[in-house]
């Protein structure tokens, strides 16, 4: 059996040879020697499927055919496939050659128990040879990550581009080139230390409403040449329209000065479409007009409001309910209602002693930004009173908690393909001059604008929705709430003829593409193409256009070869040799055939003077 290492990493060439055209040609040449009537399997870490070739002139073309492969895996489950194929040979010798530059990643010691179970199920036995075409000191800088600072994110928001470039081995200066849609938006050179790693940012003022793709490029990388591009997309959607509800008008205003500060909606820099409105007009209001609905401080609904709100979450809507002094607890706890909300209400609670707040999961999308900006941030609110909650309904869990345990802050995901999310603020967002406040949120700028403004996005979606993948990982790509996925178009790296999807089947019109759709989006099974995706479809106010990337996997770029004990401890001690070159591994070939070969008669040899010396 041959197997090849397809992974990107045998990309890396030396004097203008890649590490798979070398593992070809030293196949080609080991082909020459075996002995006529020979059967072999070919098999390569993209896709070990083991099939005997019953003459030599195809065992050729297999191997020439064979191309690297973004999603190719470690060579484990090849060489267990190897090991079946061969169990079911009649042949006497059996023997693996494994093609591979053995960087860091070509074999997993995971699946270390498995190989040696495999290879011990041979029936008489089978030999493994390592050709290892890898180069001892290897060179290249590569892009190893390059992300949005959000990758879906409202109108006019400020986006920022982090990436990050490390050296392995090449000690240069690289310029690294930012494009966004083709255009460029920036280069940086960048002084790179062998072993380390260097930073940079690309800022992204203020964009406008659309689907972005961005790639990155260093323009004098080094051995591989996928790495030295990464590729991203960025969504950016119309201004989040909310709707804000309260029994008094003052209780809203809090909310609506904070999402939408009065200058920046004059100078149509908003991110955040506010509309106040008393909640007696809330059934006058079509809610599905709507991103996200507010209740601030709103005492009651009869059963038809919770119903409705109930409907506009399930189709993927955002519910925000705030407490505050007027709600009453029978209300929200009604079984309508209880249907909804993520908590059930008890009193109002108010401590000895002033708390704060805590995120028991900092990387939640409501408190991650803050948190990294300061952990202390949420610890820093004065917080007096409270209303007092316990977690209830299914899919319910905390976000923010107080300082003495108690909920501050939960959330509930309801529905199916298009989920939508509920989340209580269990102190006030509003401010009644008459009373004194729960809490300095309404103080505390700093703290009070952003926590609102990723609470909103939350609630709205933009958090959910990954357009940036690595290859091997299946895409989903969503619709707005209002669009239905219909016919749709999917535009490949490979092709600016886009391949015809329909909705019922998922099936390509003159492509084999792997890609489906449903009432909950579009689904690309496991993309392996590297580069920037586009989906085009439905009509009129139904016309959408999604974006996705595909990129490598980072450990690819990784050219560090595995040591002695890693790869004995993945096939076994013994059960293996290693070789660079055909003359290598002939020397290697003919020590371990002439030990398979005598084994037998030693062992004879043994029993009989075991025998001899019993007798005597």
């Known amino acids: 059996a041959m197997v090849f290492d397809t992974s990107l990493s045998m990309e890396y060439q030396v004097q203008g040879k890649s590490r798979l055209e070398e593992a070809k040609a030293i196949a080609k040449e080991l082909i020459k020697e075996f002995p006529d009537g020979s059967e072999a399997l070919v098999l390569d870490s993209a896709e070990p499927t083991a099939r005997f070739f019953p003459e030599l002139s195809l065992v050729r073309q297999r191997i020439d055919s064979l191309r690297l492969r973004p999603r190719a895996g470690s060579l484990n489950q090849a060489i267990i496939e190897a090991c079946r194929g061969l169990s079911e040979s009649d042949r006497t010798r059996k023997e693996i050659y494994v093609f591979t530059d053995l960087a860091t990643g070509s074999f997993s010691v995971e699946g270390a128990t498995e190989i040696k179970a495999a290879l011990e199920s041979v029936k008489g036995g089978v030999a493994v040879y390592l050709l290892n075409v890898g180069v001892a000191e290897s060179k290249n800088v590569f892009i190893s990550a390059a992300a949005p600072s959000a990758e879906v994110l409202p109108a006019n928001s400020d986006a920022l581009v982090r990436v990050t470039v490390e050296d392995a081995g090449q000690g240069e200066d690289v310029l690294l080139e930012f494009l966004l849609d083709g255009e460029t938006r920036g280069t940086q050179q960048l002084a790179v230390e062998k072993g380390k790693a260097a930073r940079a940012e690309f800022p992204l003022p203020r964009l406008k409403p659309g689907a972005y793709q961005g790639r990155l490029v260093l323009r004098n990388g080094g051995g591989l040449k996928f790495d030295d591009e990464r590729f991203l997309a960025i969504e950016v959607r119309p201004e989040t329209r909310v709707l804000i509800v309260s029994d008094v008008e003052r209780d809203s205003e809090l909310l609506e000065n904070a999402l939408a500060p009065e200058l920046l909606t004059q100078q149509q820099r908003s991110r955040h479409k506010c509309e106040r409105i008393l909640s007696s007009r809330l059934g006058d209001k079509r809610l599905a007009d709507y991103d996200v609905i507010c209740l601030v401080n709103v005492q009651d609904l009869v059963p038809g409001r919770w119903s409705d709100l109930g409907s506009f979450v399930m189709s993927g809507g955002g519910l925000g309910v705030f407490l505050g002094n007027r709600v009453q607890q029978d209300n929200y706890n009604q079984e309508v209602a209880q249907n909804l909300l993520p908590v059930k209400l008890d009193k109002v609670a108010t401590p000895k002693q002033p708390v704060g707040m805590q995120a028991p999961m900092p990387s939640h999308p409501v408190v991650k930004k803050i948190h990294e900006w300061d952990p202390a941030a949420l610890g820093q609110v004065v917080v007096e009173r409270y209303v007092r909650t316990e977690l209830s309904g299914k899919n319910a869990r905390r976000v923010i908690d107080f300082s003495d345990g108690?909920?501050?802050?939960?959330?509930?995901?309801?529905?199916?393909?298009?989920?939508?999310?509920?989340?209580?603020?269990?102190?006030?967002?509003?401010?009644?001059?008459?009373?004194?406040?729960?809490?300095?949120?309404?103080?505390?700028?700093?703290?009070?604008?952003?926590?609102?403004?990723?609470?909103?996005?939350?609630?709205?979606?933009?958090?959910?929705?990954?357009?940036?993948?690595?290859?091997?990982?299946?895409?989903?790509?969503?619709?707005?709430?209002?669009?239905?996925?219909?016919?749709?178009?999917?535009?490949?790296?490979?092709?600016?003829?886009?391949?015809?999807?329909?909705?019922?089947?998922?099936?390509?019109?003159?492509?084999?593409?792997?890609?489906?759709?449903?009432?909950?989006?579009?689904?690309?099974?496991?993309?392996?193409?590297?580069?920037?995706?586009?989906?085009?479809?439905?009509?009129?106010?139904?016309?959408?256009?999604?974006?996705?990337?595909?990129?490598?996997?980072?450990?690819?770029?990784?050219?560090?070869?595995?040591?002695?004990?890693?790869?004995?401890?993945?096939?076994?001690?013994?059960?293996?040799?290693?070789?660079?070159?055909?003359?290598?591994?002939?020397?290697?070939?003919?020590?371990?055939?002439i030990g398979r070969e005598l084994y037998p008669w030693l062992m004879l040899l043994l029993v009989l003077i075991f025998a001899v010396e019993h007798v005597l």
Not at 444 to 473: S, T
């Open 406 to 593: 108690s909920i501050a802050l939960a959330e509930r995901t309801l529905g199916g393909t298009r989920p939508g999310r509920v989340v209580v603020c269990t102190t006030p967002v509003h401010f009644d001059p008459r009373a004194k406040d729960w809490n300095d949120l309404r103080q505390f700028d700093v703290l009070f604008v952003p926590l609102m403004d990723n609470l909103i996005n939350y609630l709205a979606g933009h958090a959910e929705q990954q357009l940036n993948y690595q290859v091997g990982q299946d895409v989903l790509i969503r619709p707005d709430r209002s669009q239905k996925i219909g016919p749709y178009l999917l535009y490949s790296p490979d092709s600016e003829e886009p391949t015809r999807h329909t909705a019922d089947t998922g099936k390509a019109t003159g492509s084999t593409s792997d890609a489906a759709s449903s009432d909950g989006g579009v689904v690309v099974v496991a993309p392996e193409l590297l580069g920037n995706y586009r989906i085009a479809g439905g009509q009129g106010d139904q016309a959408f256009q999604k974006v996705f990337s595909v990129n490598p996997i980072p450990a690819e770029s990784r050219l560090d070869p595995m040591s002695a004990t890693e790869l004995a401890a993945v096939l076994g001690e013994g059960n293996y040799a290693v070789a660079r070159t055909t003359d290598e591994l002939r020397e290697a070939m003919g020590d371990v055939r």
